[in-house]
Structures are given as C-alpha cells and as structure tokens.
C-alpha cells in the first residue's frame, strides 16, 4: 500500500478512532510525517510477508505522556538516534520498521522514522489499538522479548535497557523515561523477520487509513458518518463485529490519576430517553461500557467515543461535560482475544473484576440506527 | 453611567446603562470608518438617556475587527519569532501547520534557541543570551518592529521568556514584543501561534484603539475605556494594544452575557438570531461555556478561550425556497430586499410576519402567501431552531432559552425542549448589554504535581494567583470569585501530575455599584 502527503489527515483520523480514547493526539504525528514526506515524497508500505524471514525488523515508538509532547516537541533526531543505538549494539542493520500500536500517536511515529530514514514501514502493528504499557503487544505475547531496548531524548542522551522480562523492562523504561522529561523515543522488540511474521496483527495500518478515509467521505457527502464508519468496519477482515452501543450525552465526568494513568468514568444518558444510561470507563483507554446495568463491551475489545455528527474521534483528554457522542464497540482481532493474551491484555491486567465477554456475545446487542 | 458598544459586521449597536437599569439603547449602521459610526452611536445614546457627557463612567466596547483583519490577513505585521527549547522542537519549526498565504503575509524570521523547561520546571538548556542578542540583530536588519517569543512549557515559569524579551528589547529598542506564556495555554505550537498572530496585530490594534480614543475625546469624554475579550471579561484598552488576539470571537459571548443580564438567568441556553446566523450557547454560572476543541482561525489551530456556539445559516434575512430557509441571506439589504418592506425577495422575516409572529413592514405585500406555503416555511424555521437548542443542552429536562438579537422574531412563543422561553425587551442589543457589564478576570494554567504540595494546598495557591491577576487587571478585590477550576491528570508522569486550569473573575470599581 502507498501513503502519499494527502493520506496522512486520513490515517491520522483513523489512528486517533483505534487509539479507544487513548494513544495521545495523533496530531504532532501528522505534522512531523508531512513535515517528512514533504522531503522524501510518498511511503510505500511492506507486506509482513515479504520480509525475510532472517532480517532484522524492529519497533519504533514515543514512550511517556503525550501531553508533555504537545508542549516539549522532539528535535527529529531522538526516533533514528535510538534505532542507530540498537541497531549498533545487536551488530546487525535494521531491515524494516514496526508500529507497536495503531491507535494514537505511535501510528504515525514509525512512518516518520522509515520516510526519514528510507527503511520500510511495515503494514500492521503489535495491538490493532492503544495499549498503555510496553509489555502489551502481541509480539510480547508470543514470545518476542522486549529487549534489548534503546530510548533517547531530545540531546541523545540514549539508555539500553536489557531486562529478564517485560514487565520489567516497562519498568525501568518508565522510570528512565521519567529522567529524560516525561517523552522519549524508543526502538524495542528487535525480532526476525520470521518472529514477526508469527506475532504481527497484519495490515492494520491500511485499516486506520481507510477507517479515516471513510470519515471523511461520508462528511463530505453528508451521509451520517457514524453509520458509515460501522458500515466500513463489517465490510473488513479486522474485526469479527463492530456495532453501535450508545447514542448520549455525557452528564457525568470523573477523572484522577493513580499510578501515572489517567483513570476515570463517563456517565452518558440517552438521546431520546434519559432514563437509558451508559457508565464507561477508561485508565488512557476506554475499558469498559455498562448500559444500564449489563456489559456491552470491555478490554481488549475496543470502546471508541465518537463525536455524535461528524464521527470526530474523541480522545479521554477530550472528553466533556455536554458532548453529544456515539459509542462504538468494535471487537478486538481474535489474536487479542485468546486465553494466552487476555493474560497481558485482558480486563484484570487493568483492575477490573468482570471476565472478558466478547462483544458478540454480551447481553446487549446494540442500538438500532436513528434516522434522520 | 457606563456606555456598552458592539461593533457588528452591520450594526453599531450602543446602550447607555446605570447600575443595572438600561437608560438607553440604539442600533445604528456600520461604517466604513469604524470610529465615525462608533462616535455617531454613543453621541446618539446619550442623548436618549438624558443625561450628560461627563456621567460616564466608562466605554466598553466589543469589536470583531481583529478578528476579521487576521482571517482577511488585512494590515498585519511581519513577526520575528524566537522559540526557546533547542535541541528540543526542531523538528517543527514556528508556524509548521499556516495556510501558505497566511505564512507569507506573517512570516518574517525564525529561530529556535537554547532555553525552555521540562515538565518537572528544571531547564532543558540554559538561555543563550549572545544567541539570543544574535538573532535580535538580525530581525533588526532585515527592518522587523514586531518580536513573537515561544517556550517550551512556558507556562510552568514565565522567567526564560521574559529574560529573552528584555534581551530583544536591548537590541531593538521599540519593538513590539509577544510573549507566548502571557496569551495561551499548554500545548506549544497553539500557544505560539497565538502569539505570532498577536505579533502580527499589533500595530493595527495600536490604531484601532488610538482612534476609539480619539472618538471618544472628540465627544469630551474622559472615561477610560474597555474593550471585551473572548470570555466575557474585559481588557483596559492599553492591554488591547499589547493582546488585541484577545479580542477574537468576543460578539456571540457579549450576547451571552448580555442574555444573561437582561433576563437574571445565569444558567440557559442563549440563542441569538442575527441577519444571516444564529449562534447558539450555554450559559453557565452566568459565562458562556468554552469549547474543549481547538479551534481554527484563519486556518490556523489555536488554543483560545472561546465560547462553546453552534452556528448555523438562519437569520431574519434567511432566503426562503420550497425546499429550505438560508444558508444564504440578504444579510444588511433586509431593509430593501424583504417582501414586507418593499423587495422582492421572501426572507425570513416576511414568514414571520405572515405568521403573525412580528408585526413589521407592510405585511399586505405577503397577501399571495399560500397558508401552506407559510405554514411549512414556519414549521421548518421552529425545528431548526429546537434541533440546535437540543444539540447543545447538556442535560434533558428543564432549560431555559433566551432569545435574542434582532432576528428573534422568527421564533414561536414556545420551542420543544424550552421548559420556559424568555424574551427580554431590550433583545436587539444585548450584544451591546454584554460589553456595557462585562467583568474582568484572571487565569492560571499550570502542571501541578499533588504528591509533593496536596491537591488543598496546591489549588488553594493557584486560585490565589488566578484572583491576584483578575485583581492586577483591574478587578475590585472584594468582588473576585473563583468561577472555574478544571484539573487534567497528565498520564504516565508520576507525582499525581495534574493540569489545573483555574479562573477568577471580579467587578471594576466602577463608583457606581448597584
């Protein structure tokens, strides 16, 4: 698949819907790989499949808060600086680039390390959404350790990190990330080729781009976005179901922060009746949606707040009292669904009580559409 | 006395107000030379409230020509710029996202310097004062007056950025310099892009408040005057000169405030139909609620405090066909190209009176109207006017709507989803009601880290500072309230980081306080 310089609104839009709430503004993202393509001209993205089974393929990424890189934006260099690092210290050069997740921020970072540097960018990513933590990737899952891991910052100050486990190593990453002001660049999961072949969620970048360019037709048409965007998702292999669990207002909104997450809960009331409720909540990403007392959706499957008419991705950051939105469940790729990875991705990883329910198979089927 | 001025894209609208009783009001046109039209006005007003030049206390007046000089890039100054935060931020350079035309007719130079701090306060890199007087030089080289300086997390310590400026002002003694911390929030290119903006008006602010000065000194009045900013509250008119980027989007929250005033309501819907649109907005605490998403002016992103308002194309002037009212209007022709007062064009207006709804103009021009015709052209306007009220309600139930703005005719005496529909007398104005009693106000923005102060202590101080600015802009003491604090946990910093927004706001010691 090509990306040209008119895509990357697109795939930013589509970016910022996967990223569930959370995965930081993919905007930042959008003006650096413009800024990038601008110089070096359209990105032509790999297939997994076409990568040797013997090369090395690694992850690049932003660790830390996304609001801190709103404010303290890179200098360029921190991305290729860290993959150089790593790539030193394994001996070996870097074949292709890897996305850890597709939703947020961290979809547009590896497009502007592979159109800077001209290595390619492979079509899909280690979550098929946003995930807080390091260890919560599929490459994770089957097997691939983390490390060795390089993070560097705005001066090149770069860290290698070896570690017995990944848990671990988000660990001392996050704290190493703290000393480095809150943001960093990361290179990790150094794998083969074969390696990522095995673990990799395929052509998830191609879903975020059509996922935006969807959007932005059925804008542009004035033909109901939300519906649109549902109708799209049933057409693709992604996911298994995507439905509309909600249309409402928020009249209720809590947020604090523990343990360095943004954790809280929204309170929806219907459109039509406001005695018809939604609670979701969310620790960066939204977790978990309960209407009126049953399930509709939970991690890892994905929890997408949507502004009501234009379908706008509305991040955690950007919730407020008033908005009018619709709440879109999405189920998650069956390789986040499995028992092997519902133990790193599952609902008890982030403090919830309920079991996972695939959104299928939850008591609420969903909302009828409303039309105009 | 205090004279509230609204400079409208077609009217000049004045009203002379003492304590809370509205002496006088009246619409006038817009001229082509504002200040003529802003002098026939008040001139006019206080005639009509009888009472004398030297009653007044003050002028305040709300304009949206700064507003439409940027987006019609009209009379603007190329701005050097100065970001302070290298090696950080390079990788997009000040201005990265303008529309081209808007970058040509602002851009004049750019550096990124050492300087800036990281979230925790510590500095990124120590200021460089010989790069700093370096670059100075050069702007004053190339002929540049006007100086935009940026920081990385500027607004955790104003200290680099004033530094920087007062190094500037060695060099190029007399310019104008923007300091970005003084304008906008957190998030850095927005922030400076506010700044750049606010650069790059000010000289024209320097005229357009110099000559509201003069008009007002050619009528012999000696109050001082005010200018309303986008939140409701006012600047003193030398603060317009330095932030006139303070000035945008200040009409539809002066009829919110105005709305606000004239009915005793602080917690409503305010819907105000103009010639061509309706904006409507929440009040809440008596202040029109701000939008939570960047808005675009010109193009270009920004992180202003601007009013929550849905706008949509319907207004006494609206084009009325078989299918749709507006979005196109006769805008300011109304007076000529209405049916009802002589025209050939069925507007808005015209379905209002054959409805019985107003009763203006000569309504025998509408005696070909079918019934149906009028009935359904009514129908549509009524649910245009309930969907947009509905949209912006943030809870079901009860809400109050006010209606004003010379357009509010068109709306029926009861609206779905209006518990209670108010429609104060003085509608037409209230635009310029809202500038006559805006208040002043001050805000923090600040990263706040909870484990190390206690969310008590640390919001306690914050609020002290929000009410010592309202105070050092202008506010009596006494009279400054707290009325919005909003905290945003910074995820994956440690330390309970917390972004906390708090706003006070106060009275001016106006002598004459009700």
């Not at chain 1, 804008?219 to 109901?224: I, K, L, N, P």
């Not at chain 1, 069956?334 to 939850?362: C, M, Q, S, Y």
């Not at chain 2, 209230?430 to 009693?437: K, L, M, S, T, Y």
Request: a negative charge.
């Amino acid at each position: 698949m090509k990306l040209t310089l008119e895509d990357v609104d697109d795939y930013a839009t589509g970016a910022a819907l996967l990223g569930t709430g959370g995965g930081g503004d993919p905007y930042i993202g959008s003006l650096l790989l413009k800024q990038s393509m601008q110089a070096s001209g359209p990105l032509e993205l790999a297939q997994a499949d076409d990568i040797p089974d013997d090369a090395l393929v690694l992850v690049s990424a932003m660790i830390g808060a996304p609001t801190v890189m709103m404010e303290k934006l890179p200098s360029g260099d921190e991305a290729i600086a860290s993959v150089q690092a790593l790539e030193s210290y394994l001996g070996k050069k870097a074949h292709a680039i890897l996305a850890a997740e597709i939703g947020g921020l961290n979809a547009l970072l590896p497009l502007v390390v592979g159109s800077t540097i001209g290595l390619p960018v492979v079509d899909g990513d280690g979550m098929g959404r946003a995930f807080p933590e390091l260890q919560m990737v599929t490459y994770s899952i089957e097997g691939n350790p983390s490390t060795p891991l390089t993070l560097t910052d705005e001066f090149g100050n770069t860290v290698l990190i070896q570690a017995k486990d990944d848990p671990t190593a988000e660990k001392f990453a996050r704290s190493t990330v703290v000393a480095m002001g809150a943001s960093a660049l990361m290179a990790c999961y150094p794998m083969t080729g074969a390696q990522m072949k095995a673990s990799i969620l395929r052509d998830t970048l191609s879903v975020a781009l059509g996922v935006g360019r969807a959007i932005r037709q059925a804008r542009q048409a004035q033909a109901q976005p939300v519906h649109q965007l549902l109708d799209h998702f049933a057409d693709l292999d992604f996911s298994a179901s995507a439905r509309l669990l909600f249309e409402g207002k928020i009249v209720d909104l809590k947020r604090e922060t523990t343990a360095g997450f943004a954790v809280g809960a929204i309170e929806l009331v219907g459109l039509d009746d406001p005695a018809d409720q939604m609670q979701i909540r969310f620790q960066n990403e939204n977790l978990l949606a309960v209407r009126n007392g049953e399930l509709c959706a939970i991690v890892p499957d994905l929890i997408c707040i949507v502004d009501h008419e234009t379908a706008e991705p509305i991040t955690t950051e950007g919730l407020r009292y008033g908005q009018r939105v619709s709440v879109l469940g999405i189920a998650a790729p069956p390789a986040l669904r499995t028992e092997k990875a519902l133990a790193v991705v599952g609902p008890k990883n982030f403090g919830l009580e309920e079991p996972f329910i695939p959104l299928e198979d939850t008591a609420i089927s969903g909302i009828a559409r409303r039309n105009p | 006395m205090r004279i509230g001025v609204d400079v409208g894209g077609t009217n000049t609208d004045a009203v002379a107000l003492e304590g809370a009783e509205i002496l006088a009001s009246i619409k006038t046109a817009t001229t082509e030379d504002i200040s003529a039209g802003v002098v026939n006005a008040i001139r006019d007003v206080v005639v009509l409230s009888g009472k004398r030049v030297a009653d007044i206390n003050s002028v305040m007046i709300g304009t949206t020509q700064f507003t439409n000089a940027f987006v019609q890039a009209r009379g603007l100054e190329k701005v050097g710029i100065i970001r302070l935060g290298a090696p950080a931020t390079r990788a997009l350079p000040p201005m990265v996202a303008w529309p081209e035309a808007m970058k040509a007719a602002v851009y004049g130079n750019a550096a990124i310097l050492p300087g800036g701090y990281q979230v925790d306060g510590s500095p990124i890199t120590p200021l460089d004062t010989a790069a700093i007087k370096q670059v100075a030089r050069e702007f004053a080289d190339q002929g540049l007056e006007t100086v935009a300086i940026s920081c990385v997390f500027g607004p955790l310590n104003p200290d680099a950025e004033k530094h920087c400026a007062e190094t500037v002002a060695e060099i190029m003694p007399g310019a104008s310099i923007t300091q970005a911390t003084d304008i906008g929030r957190l998030g850095l290119l927005e922030r400076e892009s506010a700044a750049i903006m606010n650069a790059s008006l000010r000289t024209l602010a320097g005229k357009v408040i110099d000559a509201f000065g003069d008009a007002l000194a050619q009528l012999g009045i000696t109050a001082p005057l005010y200018i309303t900013q986008n939140d409701g509250t006012l600047m003193q008119s030398s603060a317009v000169k330095q932030f006139p980027v303070l000035t945008f989007a200040s009409g539809p929250t002066n009829s919110m405030r105005g709305a606000a005033f004239l009915t005793g309501q602080s917690e409503a819907i305010v819907v105000d139909i103009g010639g061509t649109t309706t904006d409507v907005g929440v009040l809440s605490a008596g202040f029109p609620r701000e939008s939570s998403i960047n808005v675009d002016i010109g193009g270009v992103r920004t992180n202003f405090r601007m009013p929550d308002i849905l706008s949509i194309g319907l207004g006494g002037g609206s084009l009325v066909t078989d299918d749709a009212i507006g979005p196109r209007s006769v805008g300011h022709a109304i007076t000529e190209q209405a049916r009802v007062f002589g025209g050939e064009t069925l507007t808005a207006t015209d379905i209002a009176v054959a409805s019985g709804r107003a009763e203006i103009g000569d309504a025998s021009r509408l005696a070909d109207l079918a019934p149906e015709q009028v009935r359904q052209a009514d129908t549509k306007i009524q649910q245009m006017l309930a969907e947009s009220i509905d949209r912006m309600k943030t809870r079901s139930g009860d809400v109050v709507v006010i209606l004003v703005g010379g357009g509010a005719i068109l709306a029926a005496d009861e609206l779905p989803g209006a518990d209670q529909l108010l429609v104060p007398e003085k509608f037409g104005v209230a635009n310029a009601v809202g500038a006559a009693i805006a208040q002043v106000g001050g805000e923090i923005d600040r990263v706040v880290s909870f484990e190390q102060v206690g969310r008590e202590e640390a919001l306690a101080s914050l609020k002290a500072s929000a009410i010592d600015q309202a105070v050092r802009a202008g506010a009596q003491r006494e009279s400054t309230e707290i009325v919005d604090i909003e905290e945003l946990p910074l995820a994956y910093v440690p330390g309970q980081s917390v972004r906390v927004r708090v706003k006070a706001v106060g009275d001016l010691p106006l002598g004459e306080q009700a």
